[in-house]
């Protein structure tokens, strides 16, 4: 069964550094999203992206954060400048239609110290 | 008002037992409809999409009715391994982004 996958799965950095989170959505896939999960609060959109292009975000995608698909099968979240609150677990996602039934990669635990 | 509304639980239910879940939601203009399930510290699975005419997977149903804004998911004959919290979420018309609930945390216990 087609998957998404993602690294890594953890990733330990100092606040103030960049951080780099890849994502390889399934192939046939055209809609792809970063989503955050702080540890046991709801899991929150960040980003969705469509046709090479940002199709929406959230409030939290902010200056700081940034999304690229630099090849034909992978999509990248940057945070340039890290948070002690950026700390959770980002889940990659996507779809064949917009909105209409997301697949999660098993996400990558971010941790800022 | 919060977006999404979930009891929390945790729902402790012995197996073979029958489990309801509701969820209501605030933006009249939400689109589609999704339960999803997640276990501890792992990914939302996709369960089911939510149909105003209700839709039936083995031994989950899940309705919904835009009259109240709930959707509702039914699941009969718990196994142990339906343990997990499951989130309710819905997209809006013209949007991509799903909103989720915080979920309800089910046991099934032996």
């Known amino acids: 069964e087609p998957e998404v996958t993602q690294t890594p799965s953890h990733q330990v950095t100092q606040m103030g550094q960049e951080v780099i989170l890849r994502c390889v959505p399934i192939?046939?896939?055209?809609?792809f999203y970063w989503y955050r999960q702080i540890l046991g609060q709801k899991v929150e959109f960040l980003v969705s992206f469509y046709n090479n292009e940002i199709s929406e975000k959230s409030e939290i995608f902010d200056d700081q954060f940034s999304v690229e698909r630099p090849d034909g099968s992978n999509f990248t979240l940057k945070i340039r400048s890290t948070k002690l609150e950026d700390s959770a677990m980002y889940f990659c996602?996507?779809?064949?239609?917009?909105?209409?039934?997301?697949?999660f990669g098993s996400g990558t635990q971010l941790s800022v110290l | 008002r919060k977006e999404v509304e979930q009891d929390p639980g945790p729902f402790n239910v012995p197996e073979g037992a029958t489990v309801a879940f509701n969820c209501t939601y605030s933006?009249?203009?939400?689109?589609?409809f999704f339960w999803y399930r997640q276990d501890c510290r792992k990914e939302p699975k996709l369960l089911m999409s939510?149909?105003?005419s209700g839709n039936e997977d083995g031994r989950f149903t899940a309705q919904l009715n835009r009259a109240s804004q709930y959707i509702s998911l039914l699941i009969r004959d718990s196994k142990l391994s339906d343990s997990a919290t499951y989130l309710c979420?819905?997209?809006?018309?013209?949007?991509?982004?799903?909103?989720f609930g915080k979920g309800t945390k089910l046991s099934v216990i032996p």
């Open positions: 933006n009249s203009a939400s689109q589609s």
């Open positions: 939510v149909y105003s």
């Open positions: 192939s046939n896939h055209l809609y």
């Open positions: 996602a996507s779809s064949a239609f917009g909105g209409e039934k997301l697949f």
């Open positions: 979420s819905y997209s809006g018309a013209g949007s991509y982004q799903l909103t």
